[in-house]
């Protein structure tokens, strides 16, 4: 970059402002230019559940997004922070941020950073809790998962709704009422019944360049083993992604399923989330951004 162009940048006023629909072609094209697979499908999502701000310049050309969910008043969770790379070094991601904190006080934050997002993060309170895993592939192996008697998979239905929310919430220790009922309407789901109750529950929906599956909790590992082997039966032969917790300890086991290891990123709070002793098990994200 010449100096001149230096000077024209620092001298350029830089706006920001709430992301609307009509945004979200402009969003995905940067998401786009860093080789992220969100369709715009996946950013309306993503904003429907969500606020999101732009970063603009006096054109109004977009050159910078972040969304953000909140979970109930004391948690939420940030995502899709992208600053166009001609105008990275400006402080626009910083401001971004800091300005999201400034809308959620009081509450815990969580993102999951990659590598070179991370040292922002960091100087803005943040800290490591966990590493996340990305696989994907087409899967070519589904074993049937023997469940324990009494145990049953099932497709979810409306009036599983209240008992979803209350599992989810006790898994991850977040009220994400919203985002489930949002996944019963318009994505498909299987869950583990018994005469007690849900024991288990698993998502999968379009996305990116196939299919995600996500979110995944259980009691057990055998159970979510079950749950994520019902999708790769489904949707074997296709393009299938899922991202998981290291904490999980499934990768070893969905790369023997065809789905790769391919990526990692760390993930990162203000203030970690509290999860019950005998608390269910989160085994899959609903996605990177959302968590």
Not at 78 to 107: C, D, E, K
Not at 164 to 184: C, K, P, Q, W
Request: contains cysteine; charged residues 20%; glycine residues 12%.
């Amino acid at each position: 970059m010449s100096l001149e162009n230096a000077n024209v940048r620092e001298q350029t006023a830089i706006n920001l402002r709430s992301m609307t629909e009509e945004d979200l072609g402009a969003a995905s094209g940067l998401s786009k230019v860093l080789g992220w697979p969100h369709r715009l499908e996946d950013w309306d999502f993503m904003l429907r559940l969500g606020r999101g701000l732009v970063a603009t310049l006096e054109s109004g050309e977009i050159i910078g997004t972040i969304v953000w969910w909140s979970f109930g008043e004391r948690h939420a969770t940030v995502g899709l922070i992208i600053v166009n790379g001609a105008w990275q070094g400006h402080g626009i991601g910083t401001n971004m941020l800091t300005t999201v904190r400034r809308l959620l006080p009081g509450r815990s934050i969580s993102l999951n950073a990659t590598p070179a997002g991370q040292p922002l993060y960091e100087k803005l309170g943040f800290v490591p809790t966990g590493i996340v895993e990305q696989h994907q592939g087409n899967g070519v192996s589904s074993p049937i998962i023997a469940l324990d008697a009494g145990q049953r998979l099932r497709p979810v239905v409306q009036y599983d709704l209240q008992d979803l929310i209350a599992f989810d919430s006790a898994a991850t220790g977040m009220d994400r009422s919203a985002l489930i009922e949002e996944l019963v309407q318009n994505a498909k789901g299987v869950v583990i019944d018994t005469e007690e109750g849900i024991r288990g529950y698993s998502f999968c929906r379009r996305f990116g360049w196939g299919w995600l599956i996500g979110p995944v909790a259980a009691e057990t590992a055998e159970q979510a083993k079950a749950l994520i082997s019902h999708w790769i039966g489904t949707y074997g032969g296709e393009f299938i992604r899922i991202d998981t917790p290291t904490s999980s300890a499934l990768s070893g086991w969905l790369d023997e399923m065809g789905l790769i290891r391919v990526d990692v990123v760390n993930t990162m709070s203000t203030e970690p989330v509290v999860i019950s002793e005998n608390a269910p098990q989160y085994f899959a994200l609903t996605s990177q951004a959302l968590g």
